[in-house]
């Protein structure tokens, strides 16, 4: 089961973070870009191929140091098809380092076409017979504006392909509350949807009682949290915010449970963009990163043993 | 403007619909598939050929008869790379046509991450200073959960590019209940999305009073139709639900305004796979497609006039 392999991964390594792998162009080491614009041109190849150079030094700095990158697919569609290529091509390449990939992804729609979605990042597609795999997750994210019919239609390859997803249920944004904070009978509508997603979760439990089915809360929230995650005992948590958005260790502490699970944690620009300190050189740009990775596996580590949630 | 295009096009070929372009590799004729399969034996490149031609032939047929096409991403994501390729180069061949482009691809994500998605499906990507595009459509479907700042990520494009989006509000499915219709403070939740989208649209009305910033409102469920139509005058609707979902014209009638504006209503394999009607043949598909897209304009039209709706 994905939860069991994650949680594994996170004790082998003493490390419940996640890097997101959000590239941005006019960050990467123009070492790298030069040398593909020089052969590609002005062109998404030159840029696709720079973006996934740059992700595979990310990755050989860190895959030692976290159980799980998330790529951001939007930061590759942004690239055509090119760009996709670069998303595949980094979730091949993290994958082979033992890395699990959660595809940031927030896909979502009616049953037969989140059944669509779900083939193709979490199953196998059929073509005559022949099973193909299009995307390479280990788990998702999901949006749940359409309600249970459609998140149901991930579960089936969830079960067969041992994969997970995680649900928005508070997201990071300043302006999540406007939504998600209404109050329906006395209950907010990010615990409704809490509820939902803890509902489908109970059949998706692993061994260490916590399910493949999860739920994405951002750091920003803490107060929330708090409360979300008394809903929602068994889900793991996907929690975004931590540094360039303003969550800290102190904020995130509320997303695990007592023993110090329950969670993983994401941080984007502030690993990948590490070298931007004046400290680090554009060339030193995987040194930083991993420096960047090993402050905040540190940084959480000692907070949640100041609050006795030691899982190690 | 997108909205102004758009109505000229429905007043133009006298309908207010569009062809969901969803293919399903299992319901294309044979003809079309063996001749792929033979060349590129069981792989994505031959179920994705296969598609590109079915949809050439489904945009031939009909391009003079709707004045829009909406291909749900999901279908072609599931045939990887591949999939991608074909779902924009049937975007190109659609728009060479004079057709309108409707991604359906319902993203929608944090501040940056949602400008992402835009320069990706209705903006320009920067490459060293070159501006290239990487997806093709003239609007997009856009799903709410996460507020208004993720929303407002999509406005520059829409602006600088003359495109639209389409907000989910109340869609099709059978659960959308479940989260949207939950009443908050006497209102529904779809009903409170109705008004930050009517609060957005405002800047973006054109010449017939419409704005290019649109609403999803599903044909499956005509009373809330009529609630929202009131709440979001100058909003245009994308109904999808009409046919194989089970709208009927008398459904979707309330979607439009009392003179005829304000919706253009989607079907997908009604058009699609027309053909599985005993009458027709499979290397008939296009002909049958074409007379299925007469007939649901001719059955909108005619229940338009009978209730006063005359656009023409």
Chains 1, 2 share one sequence.
């Not at 390449?93 to 033992?98: L, P």
């Not at 109050?183 to 509820?195: N, P, S, T």
């Not at 068994?234 to 502490?253: I, M, N």
Request: glycine share 8%; hydrophobic share 35%.
């Amino acid at each position: 089961m994905f939860v069991n392999r994650l949680i594994e991964e996170i004790k082998d390594k003493r490390s419940p973070i996640v890097v997101g792998l959000d590239p941005r162009l006019e960050l990467i080491p123009s070492t790298i870009k030069n040398k593909y614009f020089k052969k590609y041109g002005k062109s998404f190849k030159a840029a696709a191929q720079s973006i996934l150079e740059f992700n595979k030094g990310i990755i050989d700095s860190v895959y030692d140091v976290v159980p799980a990158v998330k790529p951001q697919i939007a930061f590759y569609e942004q690239y055509g098809i090119e760009g996709l290529i670069a998303y595949n091509e980094s979730c091949r390449y993290a994958s082979e380092k033992g890395l699990l990939i959660i595809g940031d992804i927030k896909r979502g729609d009616i049953g037969s076409t989140s059944k669509a979605y779900s083939t193709a990042h979490l199953g196998k597609t059929k073509v005559e017979g022949e099973k193909l795999g299009a995307f390479f997750s280990d788990s998702i994210t999901v949006n749940p504006y359409l309600g249970e019919d459609c998140l149901k239609e991930f579960l089936g390859d969830i079960k067969e392909y041992s994969k997970g997803m995680f649900v928005l249920v508070k997201t990071s944004n300043p302006s999540s509350s406007q939504l998600q904070d209404l109050v329906v009978e006395g209950k907010k509508i990010y615990e409704k949807v809490a509820e939902m997603v803890e509902n489908l979760s109970k059949k998706y439990i692993g061994e260490y009682g916590y399910s493949s089915i999860g739920a994405v809360v951002g750091a920003t929230y803490p107060a929330e949290t708090k409360k979300i995650r008394s809903l929602m005992p068994s889900s793991y948590f996907l929690v975004p915010g931590y540094g360039a958005q303003g969550g800290t260790a102190d904020d995130v502490v509320h997303s695990f449970n007592e023993e110090g699970l329950g969670a993983i944690i994401n941080s984007s620009r502030g690993i990948l963009f590490a070298y931007k300190d004046e400290k680090w050189s554009e060339k030193d740009y995987d040194a930083a990163a991993r420096e960047a990775a090993i402050k905040m596996r540190d940084d959480i580590n000692t907070t949640l043993e100041k609050n006795g949630k030691r899982y190690w």
